[in-house]
Structure formats: structure tokens, C-alpha cells
């Protein structure tokens, strides 16, 4: 677990501002995910990446842009923030069909 | 596209007694299937798991059952303990994508 870490581990943010959460791990694994968690709602996938430079979209990816220039980084941007954004945010990494989960980023957005 | 259904979405138990968590899913493609549980403020983590080659797979007091026909599969949980409580998810994945589409999760509670 300690091979994948998120930063920061909490946010509060206003409406309108630009917020990037980050996503770091050690593994080397080919496969990253962003997916926010809310009550009711579960777990939804908001944008994955197969390599780096190969990204694609998820269950819910408007409002949300991602990069993958290394292997290592997978960077979640909240490019005007909202308040239907408030969440939590879990980053994970696979080698095969495993998924290994990031301890979570908790953003608040007033 | 996939969908997952999870039910129940709160369950109590007895400590000793047996859970039983059920999923169903939508896409017969679908191959892989984990189970996760979180603890409150904690991230998920895979306590077991299965693929559609399989139907059954146990691991000391977990179990998954697999229906392929019927498209769904089931945790079991035998003596639970009070630490067993926490919201388990079920998932499910196609092959090739690696990508979940998860369930809605379910909250056990063990009564001491």
C-alpha cells in the first residue's frame, strides 16, 4: 500500500479555482485510475490511463482533465472547481485486473 | 454499458453468524470480478476475488460464488467478527480494459 500515495490528503477550495490532486506510485504499473467516491454513489470512474501519454474518460469526466507525461504521475485537475465536486478522491494502479487504491484525497468545495 | 447492482445496501448480523453480499451485473463479456472493503476513512482494499473461469473460490472464512448464466456472484462471510464491519464492494471488470464499474457497496454491521 505505502507504493502508491495521493497529495494533499485534504483540500477546501472555493468555486471557480483551478485545483490539482496529485497521484504517485512506486510499482511502475502501466495502468492508473481516478475515481471519486460519494454517498449513494459508490465508486465512479472519472478518467483511467494505460501507459503514459494514453489517457482516456471514464463514467463521469466532465469538469476534470488529466495527464500522464510519466509513468509514475497520474495528476487529477479540477479546472473551475464546483461544488457538485466535493468528494472523495482514490487514485489506483494495476499491473493486470488488480486494483491497488490510494489512502483517498478529501476535497471540499465551498 | 455495464451496470452493477449490489444488495443489501446495510446488513447486521449477529457475530458468528454468516453475511452474504450479492451482485449482479449486465455485460456477459465481463471476466473479473473483486471484492473490496473499506473501513471508515480508509481506502479499499481486495479481500478476494474471481474470474469467470472459476466458480467458486475460498480464502479462510471468504468466499465468492460465481453464476455466470445468471450474471451474478456473491461474497460470504462465515463467524463474522466485529472487525468484519466496513462496507464491501463488489466490482466488476471486461477483459482487455482493466477498467471497474463498481457496485453501490454495502454497510456490515457485526453485533458483539
Known amino acids: 500500500d505505502a507504493g502508491i500515495t495521493q497529495s494533499p490528503r485534504y483540500k477546501i477550495t472555493e468555486t471557480g479555482r483551478q485545483v490539482t490532486l496529485m497521484c504517485h506510485q512506486t510499482w511502475s504499473h502501466s495502468y492508473m485510475f481516478w475515481y471519486r467516491q460519494d454517498l449513494g454513489h459508490g465508486l465512479r470512474l472519472i478518467y483511467y490511463?494505460?501507459?503514459?501519454?494514453?489517457?482516456d474518460k471514464g463514467e463521469v469526466p466532465d469538469g476534470y482533465v488529466v495527464s500522464r507525461s510519466k509513468t509514475e504521475n497520474f495528476p487529477l485537475t479540477l479546472e473551475s472547481a464546483t461544488r457538485s465536486q466535493t468528494s472523495v478522491y482514490f487514485c489506483?494502479?494495476?499491473?493486470?485486473?488488480?486494483?491497488?487504491f490510494g489512502p483517498g484525497t478529501r476535497l471540499l468545495v465551498l | 454499458g455495464e451496470n452493477v447492482e449490489q444488495h443489501p445496501s446495510t446488513l447486521s448480523v449477529q457475530e458468528g453468524d454468516s453475511a452474504v453480499i450479492k451482485c449482479t451485473y449486465s455485460?456477459?463479456?465481463?471476466?473479473?470480478f473483486p471484492w473490496y472493503k473499506q473501513e471508515l476513512g480508509k481506502r479499499p482494499q481486495l479481500i478476494i476475488d474471481i474470474r469467470s473461469n472459476v466458480g467458486e473460490k475460498k480464502d479462510q472464512r471468504i468466499a465468492v460464488t460465481l453464476n455466470k448464466t445468471a450474471k451474478h456472484f456473491s461474497l460470504h462471510i462465515t463467524e463474522t467478527q466485529p472487525e468484519d464491519s466496513a462496507v464491501y464492494f463488489c466490482a466488476v471488470s471486461t477483459s482487455g480494459t482493466y477498467k471497474y464499474i463498481f457496485g453501490t457497496g454495502t454497510r456490515l454491521k457485526v453485533l458483539a
Open positions: 489506483a494502479s494495476s499491473h493486470t485486473e488488480t486494483q491497488y
Open positions: 490511463s494505460a501507459a503514459a501519454d494514453i489517457t
Open positions: 455485460d456477459s463479456a465481463s471476466n473479473y
